[in-house]
């Protein structure tokens, strides 16, 4: 389940979208249901999946728990959804991503059930954010909020630890090929503690330009290497603990 700081974080992101409240939202692995309570609350029309009964985020919740939400189970997100095309106004794929060994088959599959002009709403750690980078450079590891996959987690239970650290320019490509694109970056929480590697910032902006200005010519591929560059750039990006992005469907597909 997401922690309550991004469980707000995300709902915030929601609650500023076109239409609010008049919106049908699918929540993807939504854990105990959280943000889909807030949601159907503010008079959204909610819906959510779990992968597995015994899923670790449901062991100790009461029974009764989601009894009143539509929730579907056995939903493997590595496989088609088993809703039709255009059919939600928002997706949440709410820290769930990096769970998966690719968030490839579930990123496209968010694009051809949204409406057009609807809404992905998506939240992961960010490796991408100053702290994380530093960590990896003197490590060689990723910063995560969750342990390492250690030799004693067997095979089954990879899916409860952080296997899939998404990278941001892959992701972007992803979306795109869905019909989809950034809208907005936004904060969950920022330690002030790793304020001093803001003084960085002039250098990280001059690098990650020489890195999207690299063999591009004109056509989509500059479009899409300036589109990753304003978002390499954000504050967001260098300094959220979570990486919280809403991506909008195409009008056109």
């Known amino acids: 389940m997401p922690q309550s700081f991004v469980a707000r974080a995300v709902v915030q992101a929601v609650r500023a979208l076109p239409g609010y409240p008049d919106l049908s939202v ?76 690719t968030c490839i088959p579930v990123i496209h599959e968010a694009g051809r059930i949204l409406k057009r ?14 702290h994380s980078r530093l960590h990896f450079f003197l490590t060689g590891t990723h910063k995560l909020i969750r342990r390492r996959v250690g030799w004693d987690i067997g095979a089954a239970d990879l899916y409860a630890f952080h296997i899939g650290p998404v990278d941001f320019p892959l992701l972007h490509t992803v979306l795109h090929q869905g019909g989809l694109h950034v809208a907005a970056l936004a904060f969950t929480r920022f330690k002030a503690r790793h304020a001093w590697l803001l003084l960085f910032y002039p250098l990280f902006w001059m690098l990650t330009r020489i890195e999207t200005r690299k063999g591009v010519r004109p056509g989509v591929r500059r479009d899409g290497e300036e589109d990753l560059f304003r978002w390499m750039r954000h504050a967001a990006m260098l300094a959220s603990e979570q990486l919280l992005l809403v991506a909008r469907k195409d009008e056109r597909g």
């Not at 939504?30 to 899923?55: F, K, N, P, Q, W």
């Not at 002009?117 to 750690?125: A, M």
């Open 117 to 130: 002009g609807g809404h992905l709403v998506l939240s992961t750690p960010n490796v991408a954010r100053l």
């Open 26 to 101: 699918l929540d993807l692995s939504c854990g105990r249901g959280e943000i889909m309570r807030e949601l159907a609350a503010d008079g959204c029309r909610v819906r959510g999946t779990h992968y597995r009964r015994d899923d670790y985020k449901l062991r100790d919740a009461p029974p009764a728990l989601l009894a009143d939400l539509p929730i579907d189970d056995n939903v493997d997100l590595l496989q088609p959804l088993p809703y039709t095309a255009a059919s939600f106004d928002v997706v949440l794929l709410t820290e769930v991503v990096e769970h998966l060994p």
